[in-house]
């Protein structure tokens, strides 16, 4: 089974731009579709970005559309999610997660099986 870890957190001013990388150890990324989510205090845990195993994404919270964008690279089993433009609403524990199957993306949580342990993500002046 894959095994998810999540870098590229950290403390950034607002209309900064951080670059998460969600690498996969113990197994191959390319069998799976990855999602991107993330957590504030006090809030549910909501879907960001999705790329399937073929390549293709879609964002499933409208603030971030424009601002970031998600992409993979199988040879070195890293997906990743480039944000830029952050605001100060964009903080949050973000997690990747994986899904196997013909489903494609989701933006359920229930629906990913495999987590990482997430990277906190701070945007504040």
């Known amino acids: 089974q894959v095994h998810l870890v999540e870098s590229g957190g950290g403390l950034v001013q607002p209309g900064g731009a951080l670059r998460l990388s969600c690498t996969a150890s113990e197994s191959a990324l390319d069998v799976y579709h990855i999602g991107w989510f993330r957590q504030a205090p006090g809030k549910e845990r909501e879907g960001v970005f999705c790329?399937?195993?073929?390549?293709?994404?879609?964002h499933y919270t409208d603030s971030v559309r424009g601002r970031f964008a998600i992409s993979r690279d199988n040879a070195k089993n890293i997906v990743y999610l480039q944000m830029n433009s952050l605001k100060p609403e964009d903080t949050a524990v973000y997690f990747c997660?994986?899904?196997?199957?013909?489903?494609?993306?989701?933006?359920?949580?229930?629906?990913?099986?495999?987590w990482g342990q997430g990277t906190q993500v701070t945007v504040s002046s």
């Open positions: 790329i399937n195993r073929g390549g293709t994404s879609i």
């Open positions: 997660a994986a899904r196997s199957g013909y489903s494609g993306c989701s933006a359920a949580v229930s629906s990913y099986a495999i």
